[in-house]
């Protein structure tokens, strides 16, 4: 049995601290006419008004410097660019001056020929962490961006982010909704491509937080595309929609053709909405768009809220685990679908979009609009799971059988992935049972105390 050792916070603390906090004050310092020694150089044969003048001088300095930083506003931003979110809902994070874009560069630029520089939403999460680790091993410039909330165990998010820093790969602490942090990071860095991630994921949780879904997958969403169209050059964007717009369907494989009209959850249908606007910047912008619908994806590093990650931690600790079944004892099943995979599918995505076509937030021309499966097209059944989990862990597991409640889960999902084989040269290659193996062994390092383990 694997002793649970919760990981402490202060092991993170160093790189807590290292996050850069360099306000955008100083920089306004350097530009100030004012200096130290021409404020105190001075001598008996002033006048008292000039004693008066400079005192008068010195303490518009000093408020000068106690006033908040100004919001980066930059004289070329396009006023139409702003979708408005009201800064009062964004956590305050410090970003700025010339430490921070030192970092922001650095870890933007591109180290291979004809490599790509990126710029990664949602870094610290799951999928983000690996597919930034795999740009930046063939050379790429990759710069991430995540708020890191706390929908579920934030120290997760900072231990991906310490293996990424470790990989040269520097992840911006902010919300995908700072318009002005947006537009900042362009004007630091042309980036080629986005591969946009950050989302607010989870089918349950939208009955909690529904509004949490809106911010992310919908508003945050546009304000990406906002700053994307304005860029210039535009970059093509590479982002991640969900099997789940398949909703109640019953028809399967599920294809790219099929519709997707009828979701099962506000999550699903926040993700088909960004398949429409999607739909909407590359029609008015030129902006190039290819949407990725994952079928469930695990690993190492993967997301606690997910069911074979809150098994195995459960079967661990010897708490009952929840089955669930649907109506006539039917089987509930998943289309499984290996991390590693899933990187393949998005790197690919990302080597086979086109430039997008228009400038200065207009169109110049038809651009690329996609949207793909990336699944494993062999659907599990969750007891299956179970009994594969049990084997590796070596522990029987205390089954809850329960029905399928009708807020959100849908009875199975199963891709059909020709199109990804054919326009991407996707081709999933590792099935549950070896990749739950390499989760397993993952866990059980990460969880016992290694915390050293790699991607
Ligand atoms: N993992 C799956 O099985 C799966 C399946 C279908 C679709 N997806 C989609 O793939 C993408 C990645 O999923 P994941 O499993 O890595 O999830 P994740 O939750 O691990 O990663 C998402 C990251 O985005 C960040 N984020 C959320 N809202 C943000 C905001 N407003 N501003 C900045 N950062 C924000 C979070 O802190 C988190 O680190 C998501 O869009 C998700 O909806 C995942
Ligand atoms: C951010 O800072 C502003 C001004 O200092 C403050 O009014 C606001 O409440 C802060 N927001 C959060 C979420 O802490
Ligand atoms: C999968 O989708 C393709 C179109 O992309 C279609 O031609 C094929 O018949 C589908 N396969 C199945 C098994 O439905």
């Known amino acids: 049995m694997v002793q649970m050792k919760p990981m402490s916070s202060s092991s993170y603390s160093h790189l807590v601290d290292d996050i850069p906090s360099t306000p955008g004050k100083f920089k306004m310092m350097d530009k100030s006419p004012y200096s ?80 790509i520089s990126v710029l990664v939403t949602g870094a610290a999460g799951f999928v983000g962490t690996h597919v930034s680790a795999a740009l930046k091993r063939r050379g790429d410039g990759v710069l991430g961006l995540d708020n890191f909330n706390d929908y579920y165990d934030p ?6 982010q310490a293996l990424l820093e470790r990989a040269g790969v520097f992840i911006v602490e902010g919300d995908i909704n700072d318009d002005a942090l947006l537009r900042k990071l362009f004007e630091v860095v042309a980036f080629t491509h986005v ?82 606007i999607a739909h909407t910047y590359n029609h008015i912008y030129g902006l190039s768009l ?11 590093w993967g997301r606690p809220d997910m069911a074979y990650f809150f098994f195995t931690r459960d079967i661990l600790r010897g708490k009952p685990i929840s089955i669930f079944e649907a109506a006539n004892h039917g089987t509930v099943a998943r289309d499984f679908t290996y991390i590693d995979d899933i990187v393949r599918g998005c790197l690919s995505a990302l080597d086979t979009a086109e430039k997008s076509t228009g400038s200065g937030g207009k169109k110049k021309g038809p651009a690329q609009l996609r949207v793909f499966n990336l699944g494993n097209t062999s659907p599990v059944p969750v007891t299956e799971l179970v009994n594969i989990l049990e084997r590796l862990l070596k522990v029987k597991a205390k089954r809850h059988i329960m029905k399928l409640p ?33 989760f397993v062994r ?10 050293k383990s790699s991607v």
């Open 36 to 115: 130290h020694h021409r404020l105190f150089k001075w001598h008996s044969s002033l006048t008292k008004l000039t004693f008066w003048s400079f005192l008068f001088l010195g303490l518009i300095f000093f408020f000068f410097l106690r006033s908040p930083p100004p919001p980066p506003h930059h004289s070329g931003a396009d006023p139409s660019s702003s979708s408005s979110y009201p800064r009062r809902h964004l956590r305050n994070y410090s970003w700025g001056g010339p430490t921070w874009e030192k970092r922001v560069r650095s870890s933007a630029r591109v180290r291979s020929r004809n490599g």
């Open 442 to 451: 993952w866990y059980q390092r990460f969880y016992a105390g290694g915390k």
């Open 155 to 160: 120290s997760l998010k900072r231990a991906r």
């Open 195 to 276: 591969m946009h991630l950050a989302a607010q994921a989870g089918v349950r949780y939208a009955m909690e937080n529904p509004s949490s879904y809106v911010h992310s997958n919908i508003a945050g969403l546009v304000s990406i595309l906002e700053v994307c169209k304005s860029a210039n050059p535009q970059p093509a964007i590479v982002w991640a929609s969900s099997s789940s717009v398949y909703g109640l369907n019953t028809k399967v494989p599920f294809s790219e053709k099929d519709r997707t009209d009828q979701p099962a959850s506000l999550y699903a249908a926040t993700k088909k909405a960004g398949e429409e």
């Open 406 to 438: 009708r807020n959100g889960d849908v009875q199975f999902t199963h891709a059909n992935i020709s199109l990804a084989q054919r326009e991407l040269g996707y081709k999933p290659t590792t099935d549950l049972q070896m990749g739950l193996k390499k």
């Open 290 to 300: 290819t949407g990725l619908r994952f079928f469930t994806v695990y690993g190492p």
